[in-house]
Structure formats: C-alpha cells, structure tokens
Nanobody, 119 residues
Framework: QVQLEESGGGLVQAGESLRLSCALS????????IGWFRQAPGKEREFVGV????????YYENSVKGRFTISRDNAKNTVFLQMNSLKPEDTAVYSC????????????WGQGTQVTVSS
C-alpha cells in the first residue's frame, strides 16, 4: 500500500500561485494513479485532477483546466499540484489520494492541506 502526505497549503491573494506537494511512501508506485481532490466548507468533496504514476498522463476537472498542472518527480516520490491564477472559489482543503489501476475507488488518502485565497 501507499502512504501520502500533503504539504504546501497556505493563504494567498487572488491571482497568485501556490504549489502543493504530495509525498508518497511505500514499496512501489507504478500501479497507482494519484488524484487531487478538494473540499470547501459546506460542500461535497470534488475531483480536481489525476496523474498516472507510470505514464505521467494527466486529466483535469474543467474548472481548473488551464490554471492547475499536476506533475510528478519519480526520484523524489512526489506529486505536485501547481495552482496558478487562484480564485477565492478555489479555497478548500486539498487532498491527494491513491488508487491502483485495478481499484474501483481511491483507498489511500493524505490528511489534506488548507488553501485559502483572499479576494
């Protein structure tokens, strides 16, 4: 199994950028896809984007497409979420999660990191 730990959250102003990190630990990561999710106060958790650890293929939710970029550093066992042109509506707790290609849901979750965007 994989363990995940997010870092990099904070308070920024609208229009600024922030990069979140998701550090992975475990035996092997090649079967995993790593997703980013966010949950704003009083709202359901929503999908932000995902990356395949083995191929680097990414996919994004429409509201962040063109502003957010997911990447990975295999040597550092870390997945990044680069967030540009942040908006107040991006304020949420951001979490990374992992699932193996044969899993039907994300079974492994980090603790989350708070991102607050002021207007």
């Amino acid at each position: 199994q994989v363990q995940l730990e997010e870092s990099g959250g904070g308070l920024v102003q609208a229009g600024e950028s922030l990069r979140l990190s998701c550090a992975l630990s475990g035996r092997t990561f090649s079967p995993y896809t790593i997703g980013w999710f966010r949950q704003a106060p009083g709202k359901e958790r929503e999908f932000v984007g995902v990356i395949s650890w083995s191929t680097g293929t990414t996919y994004y939710e429409n509201s962040v497409k063109g502003r957010f970029t997911i990447s990975r550093d295999n040597a550092k066992n870390t997945v990044f979420l680069q967030m540009n042109s942040l908006k107040p509506e991006d304020t949420a707790v951001y979490s990374c999660a992992g699932k193996r290609v044969w899993d039907t849901k994300y079974n492994y979750w980090g603790q989350g990191t708070q991102v607050t965007v002021s207007s």
